[in-house]
């Protein structure tokens, strides 16, 4: 099986009576991304990294898309603090990491601060965004956000709350039930979105080369106007259930907040299917973008640009529906005129279920898809 990235496959998950609890300066409760991304760190989803990070690698991952140690890595990973907590965080302290669940604190680890410093909202921005544009979702959030940073290793506990229990699993264990499968080569599909009928096109021509497709909705934040998680992982569901190959298809979740940072955002998503056992990967055209902020093949670019990560990135272009081929194809394959072909718009598509347009929605989506999201009265993110 493909090695984690960075070679090594981190746990940082130790028993209670092993956690070694002190010079404690202060405690955190931290939010439903936060918990998530402690989690991803413990588990090895984000392998090689041990904690969050500190100030050497964070501005290494700014101008060079990599650690300090030269591996590939695309989106900074700190921990904000408030100033007054920031100023009582002493280097070789620990920080307490909490979480409020049905009305009790739980412990949830431990980071033990080994750097602290301050980082620029407008040069975070301008690398990872590519824009300061307050507009832009991700930048919204980085505004929002404390400026004032640590970092250092953690030490977590395995007291988290599954909000996906059928559908979460650890990259110790997916590697585990591709292995049980049979499986050398696994494709991962990332999407923030329920699946249409393109979507399922380039699905089934990647799984053509490979023993097994491994579907990864992201759960977490999203930007308003955006499908709930849940609506996303039913579809999926059903879709899977009558219409893939019940050998070699699998869904699992990714939590995580989207970033919308683009073509940073493709190597990072990347790299998490690589540590969750995925020896290929889809990148489609405008990967994790937001309205028109990126070019459409950049996301294609940035895995030229850094040499690749150790994973074959499969860079697909958009696929469509050709009325004069009468199948679902690409740019690349079709020889037809572009006012035979009906593209599946986001945007269109997301008018149509607000109109609730059944019949419009018919030729990009199957009936089963449409059936889910219009089972809810409001299946966006608002």
């Keep these: 099986m493909i090695p984690p990235h960075g070679g090594v496959l981190v746990n940082r998950f130790i028993s209670k009576n092993k956690l070694d609890i002190k010079d404690v300066c202060f405690e955190v409760y ?8 402690l989690r991803n760190i413990a588990t090895g989803l984000y392998s090689p990294l041990t904690g969050y990070l500190n100030q050497e690698d964070y501005e290494s991952v700014l101008s060079r898309i990599r650690l300090a140690n030269g591996l590939p890595w695309s989106i900074p990973l700190v921990f904000p603090l408030p100033k007054t907590k920031w100023t009582q965080a002493q280097i070789g302290s620990q920080i307490l990491l909490k979480e409020t669940r049905k009305g009790k604190d739980i412990l949830l680890g431990v980071l033990e601060v080994s750097d602290k410093y301050e980082i620029d909202r407008e040069t975070y921005c301008g690398k990872v965004y590519g824009t300061c544009d307050k507009s832009h979702p991700g930048v919204q959030l980085m505004n929002l956000s404390d400026s004032y940073v640590v970092g250092g290793n953690i030490w977590v506990m395995d007291e988290f709350a599954l909000e996906y229990p059928g559908y979460d699993f650890t ?20 999407t923030r979105n329920p699946a249409h009928r393109a979507h ?3 699905q089934k021509m990647a799984l053509e080369f490979v023993d097994g497709l491994f579907i990864n909705p992201i759960v977490g934040s999203k930007k308003p106007g955006d499908f709930k998680d849940e609506v996303i992982l039913k579809v999926y569901q059903e879709l899977v259930d009558k219409y893939y ?15 919308y940072a683009g073509p940073r955002e493709a190597v990072f998503h990347a790299i998490v299917r690589k540590n969750f056992g995925c020896t290929h990967f889809i990148v489609g055209r ?7 902020y990126y070019d459409k093949l950049a996301a294609h670019r940035i895995f030229d640009e850094i040499g690749g990560i150790g994973m074959e990135i499969m860079k697909v272009s958009n696929a469509f529906f050709c009325r004069r081929c009468d199948l ?14 009906i593209s599946p718009s986001g945007t269109q598509v997301r008018e149509f279920i607000m109109r609730r347009d059944y019949e419009a929605l018919k030729p990009v989506m199957r009936d089963e898809v449409l059936d889910v999201i219009f089972s809810y009265d409001h299946p966006f993110v608002t």
């Excluded at 190959?245 to 970033?259: A, E, G, K, L």
């Excluded at 679902?328 to 072909?341: D, F, R, V």
């Design 171 to 190: 990259p110790e264990e997916t590697r585990g039930i591709f292995g049980k499968k049979g499986w050398k080569t696994v494709v991962g599909f990332q």
């Design 245 to 259: 190959p019940v050998n070699s298809s699998f869904v699992s979740v990714y939590n995580s907040r989207m970033y």
């Design 286 to 292: 405008d990967h994790a973008g937001v309205r028109d």
């Design 328 to 341: 679902y194809t690409t740019a690349k394959l079709c020889p037809h005129h572009e006012i035979y072909h």
């Design 30 to 37: 931290l939010a439903r991304d936060q918990i998530s991304e």
């Design 200 to 202: 399922e096109y380039i």
